[in-house]
């Protein structure tokens, strides 16, 4: 793994080494100013006590974390705690009074700086991805001309603004692929072709450049970027996946994919392109850019802004960052709440298309139900269950059969595979006319009351729509947009699931709605509908495709309080809540019925991020934790890479790093015994290796050198000298919950100061997901020696080289003949110690 520049999610450089602060500076540069993993002099001589020999440099400042490894959450909270104290004029800070005041509010606006211009231009890069999306899908059917004042780069909405509303007046300015060649229109045979071929062809045409965009320049821009936004906050490192190339990839790649007609969406993208942007506010602010923590809390506020210009739904934003992915503290929530409401009124005021909503398919209701159907909202959410509890086995299903075949040359490769969807997807879709317009318009004609709807695209307010033939070609719409999506959402695009599966949930709800709608016309003196006014519509189809919509979002997200705030937001039915919140509670309780993990989790899973839920949370670990002790499932200290903390030298120590690939190494006393002194990480090791100007052959040490030794390099600074360690009897929930409460990389474990074994964050994720990992290390040590040094073929599992059972060894004698075994290892790939 190739080391990060001075943020774990954006190359920008090596970080500054030896930078220590200055009273000179005014408390505005020195609250913006701080640069890098390091700390104050004072903070860090705290953090770090400071005893190198005069041979050596003072210790720099702490490296960066290595790509896909986890953050020290402890080490980044208490880096914060120093900078506030230094700024605060606390008891033994340099300043106090009236500058340490100053610098703790110019300190304080940073986040809010951020978070505000984080909204603003997620705000209006929303409104330019609504604009730009609706004109690439309206040029598959084809193209306004300069006729009244039109422009080629007019979608057809703004083209023939005011004609829809004059019946019988044709728009002059809106021409169609075949009228623009001379082939007819659409009603004739010809004409039909050959707007069906030009629909085709462009259709594909977008998909295979969000391919190429997505191959080319930021492979993370790939997807919706939830499940890795969600492993991020969760102290996952992930370099460039929030870097100016994603966003940039991500924002054209997601408009070319929506256009392209693809079975997907873009508010489940956009949360990660509002991360995207708030990470490049970050990166002009030292102070938080320099802390891994801080920096998470600002991107789980950022993401508010995401879901409320998708949605237009400000309030349902700040609760899906909370609900789905972030457990910071409370005052996360008012900072996605200012976020949140930044962007909504950046879009509100932008009003991309000119009917004053913040999306496409926002409607209202002038209507009530009635106590009968709340039978019909119960099934609905049965059906919401049942949807996203296959949808999330199907996607899998998909994934894995996909694997199977990379092994072979059946498989096409990723941009080959979008440009096959791409096609099929054309061909199903225009001849299907609920699946020929783009996915927001069918929601919007699905969840809007006939009498409200000036723009009948799909014909479902039509004379004689309400008919059993509507209810089954409603039906057929969503079984193929429900293969589709399945088939859809994992290729190399930017793709969401939170549209599609709100419009699979829409048709199936407007269909159950219109099949109400005719039982009660067929027996309306029924003593079941005594409740309905004479003369006035009982049934409101289009409130059950809301309901519906709700079901099957909940179903494949899990997500419950969240969903109905925003379908709340986006009808302004507050009548309608309480039916919304049945089908949900149904929905999630059916889903977890059929499929343990949401459709973000199990791809958490499929991906092998090793995100531990806190405990609480809908996917808490503590349900998984297996019976028995930490002995039962460490790694130990017989297949450990461990330190003495004498006998070394820079060569022995880097020839050690060459040939070995553990992210990690226990440091004890000395060759004759197990006493455990620290533990120092790959990065912090390597990083004083390099930074030294002393000869190779110059000895290292762990502990205070010797008076006779004239030139040495004390590597204590870089070591963590007081690891978390437990009893390697502890129980495994005990383990976990270390892992779970505070966000620790590791967990020593050790018997009266011996060290006894070792369990890392990754290896802790192994062990909750049960993937077999003990017994495979088991066998492998019984017909080896012990000594491989490539455990993870190239994929680290944590900091460890394996997964053991644990020997109980409770003497003092036999950890000592285990370690004399470790150090026998260490010894024979990392070169001659002195």
């Known amino acids: 793994m190739s080391a990060a520049g001075a943020s774990s999610l954006n190359h920008s450089g090596p970080p500054s080494r030896g930078r220590s602060s200055s009273s000179d500076n005014s408390p505005l540069q020195e609250a913006f100013g701080t640069r890098g993993h390091g700390l104050p002099d004072s903070a860090r001589n ?118 829809d509303v004059d019946v019988g007046k044709k728009c002059a300015g809106w021409l169609s692929w075949s009228e623009a060649l001379h082939m007819g229109t659409s009603r004739s045979a010809i004409g039909w072709l050959v707007e069906y071929s030009f629909f085709i062809a462009l259709s594909v045409l977008f998909a295979y450049m969000a391919a190429c965009l997505i191959r080319r320049y930021a492979f993370f821009a790939k997807h919706s970027g939830i499940p890795e936004l969600k492993t991020v906050l969760g102290g996952f490192v992930m370099n460039d996946f929030l870097g100016g190339w994603t966003l940039a990839a991500k924002s054209f790649g997601l408009c070319l994919a929506v256009a392209s007609g693809m079975w997907l969406g873009k508010e489940g993208p956009l949360v990660h392109v509002a991360c995207c942007v708030a990470n490049q506010f970050i990166r002009l602010f030292k102070a938080i850019d320099a802390n891994e923590a801080r920096r998470r809390e600002v991107l789980a506020a950022a993401a508010a802004a995401g879901i409320s210009v998708a949605f237009g739904s400000p309030i349902g934003g700040v609760l899906f960052s909370i609900e789905t992915l972030s457990y910071f503290p409370d005052k996360t929530m008012w900072h996605a709440f200012v976020c949140a409401m930044t962007a909504a009124v950046m879009l509100q005021a932008i009003d991309p298309f000119r009917s004053g909503n913040l999306v496409l398919y926002q409607s209202s209701y002038t209507v009530d139900w009635h106590d009968f159907e709340l039978v019909p909202y119960m099934l609905l959410g049965i059906f919401g269950g049942l949807y996203g509890g296959l949808f999330v086995r199907l996607n899998m299903a998909v994934q894995q059969w996909k694997i199977r075949l990379s092994h072979s040359s059946l498989l096409p490769s990723p941009v080959k595979q979008v440009v096959l969807v791409a096609l099929v997807t054309a061909i199903v879709n225009y001849p299907n006319f609920y699946m020929k317009v783009p996915t927001s318009r069918l929601v919007l004609n699905l969840f809007t009351e006939c009498a409200q709807l000036l723009d009948d695209d799909v014909g479902l307010c039509k004379t004689g729509a309400a ?123 059916v889903g977890d019925a059929l499929s343990e993990h949401s459709i973000y989790e199990a791809w958490i899973r499929f991906n092998g991020y090793p995100l531990i839920a806190s405990e609480g949370s809908a996917s808490s670990a503590a349900a998984h934790v297996p019976p028995g002790r930490a002995v039962d499932h460490m790694t130990a200290l017989v297949d450990l890479h461990v330190l003495p903390a004498t006998g070394h030298s820079i060569t022995s120590l880097q020839q050690m790093l060459a040939t070995s690939s553990v992210q990690g190494f226990p440091v004890v006393a000395d060759i004759h015994s197990a006493v455990l002194l620290g533990y120092i990480s790959r990065t912090e090791l390597a990083s004083a290796l390099t930074s030294t100007s002393l000869r190779p052959e110059t000895p290292a040490f762990f502990v205070a050198p010797g008076s006779n030794i004239n030139s040495a390099l004390d590597l204590r600074p870089w070591m963590d000298q007081t690891p978390l360690t437990l009893s390697a009897h502890a129980p495994m929930q005990l383990v976990v919950m270390y892992f779970q409460k ?72 036999e950890s000592t003949q285990q370690f004399q075994r470790a150090y026998s290892i260490v010894s024979e790939s990392g070169g001659p110690l002195l």
């Open 46 to 163: 705290w953090a770090f006590p400071a005893s190198a020999p005069a041979s050596d440099a003072a210790r720099p400042d702490r490296a960066a974390y290595e790509d896909m490894t986890a953050i020290d959450w402890i080490l980044e909270k208490t880096k914060e705690r120093q900078r506030l104290r230094m700024l605060g004029g606390m008891p033994g800070a340099e300043r106090v009074g009236l500058r340490g005041y100053i610098a703790q509010l110019a300190d304080a606006s940073q986040v809010w700086l951020v978070l505000i211009g984080t909204g603003l231009v997620v705000g209006a890069l929303a409104a330019c991805m609504d604009v730009a999306t609706a004109w690439l899908g309206d040029l598959k059917m084809g193209f306004c001309t300069g006729a009244d004042g039109g422009s080629f780069f007019l979608n057809r909405d703004f083209c023939c603004f005011g004609y």
């Open 742 to 813: 505070l966000g620790v990389r590791y967990v020593l474990f050790v018997d009266h100061g011996i060290l006894q074994g070792l369990l890392t964050r990754k290896d802790a994720w192994h062990v909750l997901n049960g993937d077999g990992r003990q017994e495979k290390q088991r066998a492998r040590r019984e017909g080896d020696s012990g000594d491989d040094d490539g455990d993870d073929g190239g994929q680290s599992v944590g900091l460890l080289r394996g997964q053991a059972d644990s020997p109980d060894a409770s003497s003092r004698g």
């Open 467 to 589: 008919s059993g033939a509507t209810v089954v070609l409603l039906l057929f719409a969503a079984v193929l947009a429900f293969a589709l999506t399945a088939v859809t959402f994992g290729l190399h695009v930017p793709a969401g699931i939170l549209l599609p599966s709100i419009a699979i949930g829409a048709l199936v709800g407007r269909a159950f709605g219109i099949g109400i709608e005719l039982f009660v016309r067929a027996v309306p003196d029924s003593l079941f509908f005594a409740s309905c006014a004479p003369d006035v519509p009982c049934v409101t189809p289009g409130t059950y495709a809301v309901v519906g919509a709700a079901a099957a979002l909940a179903g494949v997200t899990r997500m419950t309080v969240s969903i109905v705030v925003i379908m709340f937001e986006l009808t302004g039915a507050l009548t309608f809540v309480l039916p919304i919140m049945m089908a949900v509670m149904l929905s999630k309780w």
